[in-house]
């Protein structure tokens, strides 16, 4: 690999959400502040947003470093469950031995007994859940049965959702609506800014002990920001070929056209995959559309020839 070649300790550009290369750039702030500031007031849901690798697991992963004591967090990366999965994980993340046969009336009431000790301690419940929108409408209608559960004052549990544009989709069906008129905070992570490429590639070449300055030129940087619509995972991407590709040749900066062929072999995927689909359906489909559109279009023309005068 090109760590040696180019005075690294890690690799730079890994789709892992590690939070040792989180950076904190206007958007990432903004939604951490509102986060904090929720949690403070003590709202019941809050939903955090964004396209597909915009950086919001590594939000909720920064999140997550960033509460103090005073707070108990349960979280689940993955919360394709049932409305009893989804209890019993929750039980799992605040370490209470339940006894499942019991059903989910006996579940929820060793639930809320938990949150209700550990409020008593001085301490909130965070429950935050990941790819929500992958959240079955059932599910979704249990926790909200799950955050009713109340003092006078505060909520004993409360919810961050994390998720793709289509949470909102799903929250904004009928059947949810009571559910989203209780999101009273919510934010959408925006894509990188042009000027905020440069520094998320310099940021996390200089995390993974990149020594010297300038390793992608502008032109590669311009390029690459341009290329991935400013979205952190296709930067990350393209940046790890074009590293590979420099490091083949030898050279010892990633220009505009180390990019320029990591976009080629990114697209020349993109083309593989979708001839592998079309070869994975019978060839008698092909061959029979074939057909039909010769004989439409002979049709065509003898019925043009014949019509002329």
Request: net charge negative; aromatic share 8%.
């Amino acid at each position: 690999m090109y760590l040696a070649f180019f005075g690294m300790r890690e690799l730079p550009f890994t789709l892992i959400p590690n939070t040792d290369f989180f950076l904190e750039l206007d958007g990432q702030h903004q939604a951490l502040q509102l986060i904090h500031h929720a949690l403070e007031s003590g709202e019941a849901f809050i939903k955090i947003t964004g396209e597909v690798g915009t950086g919001k697991t590594l939000l909720c992963r920064r999140l997550l470093d960033t509460l103090d004591d005073s707070f108990v967090t349960a979280y689940i990366p993955n919360p394709f469950l049932t409305p009893d999965g989804l209890m019993l994980a929750l039980a799992d993340e605040l370490d209470l031995d339940v006894q499942r046969e019991r059903g989910r009336h006996h579940i929820l009431n060793q639930i809320n007994d938990k949150l209700i000790e550990i409020r008593e301690s001085g301490r909130q419940v965070i429950f935050l859940l990941d790819e929500a929108q992958a959240l079955p409408e059932d599910s979704l209608e249990a926790l909200g049965l799950l955050t009713k559960l109340e003092t006078e004052s505060k909520k004993r549990l409360q919810v961050v959702l994390f998720g793709q544009a289509e949470l909102n989709d799903l929250l904004a069906r009928d059947s949810l609506r009571q559910l989203q008129e209780r999101v009273t905070f919510s934010y959408t992570l925006p894509v990188l800014s042009e000027d905020d490429v440069p520094r998320y590639i310099n940021h996390r070449l200089s995390r993974a002990g990149f020594p010297g300055v300038n390793l992608f030129s502008p032109q590669a940087i311009q390029l690459l920001g341009k290329s991935s619509q400013g979205i952190p995972r296709r930067i990350n991407i393209l940046a790890h070929k074009a590293l590979l590709l420099a490091f083949a040749r030898g050279d010892t900066q990633v220009s505009h056209l180390h990019v320029r062929r990591a976009l080629e072999d990114s697209e020349d995927k993109r083309i593989d995959r979708h001839l592998a689909r079309i070869r994975g359906k019978p060839i008698w489909i092909y061959l029979l559309l074939t057909a039909v559109l010769s004989c439409a279009l002979t049709l065509l023309l003898v019925y043009l020839f014949t019509s002329m005068p």
